[in-house]
């Protein structure tokens, strides 16, 4: 794994950690791995999981931010998992 990848997923689950560490707590009782899938969304940028016109309006706020790439879209993705956390956590694995 690339270091900079590495650095945003740790900070990535620092943030949903301090969000929400009762999801975070219910991924891992269930053996899932965040960094299995927190990988994707961040080195795809999100590609695999929005539409074209959904990945321009994204990326074009990721290059109008200073660091959008490396910090923003940290936080996109966690945000992203923190709107499905709910449901992941009613879900039976």
């Known amino acids: 794994m690339q270091p900079g990848v590495h650095k945003m997923l740790n900070k990535m689950k620092a943030i949903v950690q301090q969000i929400d560490g009762v999801a975070l707590k219910h991924l891992e009782s269930m053996e899932i791995v965040f960094m299995d899938f927190a990988y994707r969304w961040v080195s ?10 959904q990945i321009i309006r994204i990326w074009d706020t990721y290059f109008a931010e200073e660091e959008g790439f490396s910090q923003f879209h940290c936080y996109v993705c966690a945000v992203l998992f923190l ?8 879900m039976n694995y």
Do not use: D, G
């Open 44 to 53: 795809c940028y999100l590609t695999r999981e929005f539409s074209i016109h």
């Open 83 to 90: 709107k499905v956390a709910p449901q992941l956590m009613q």
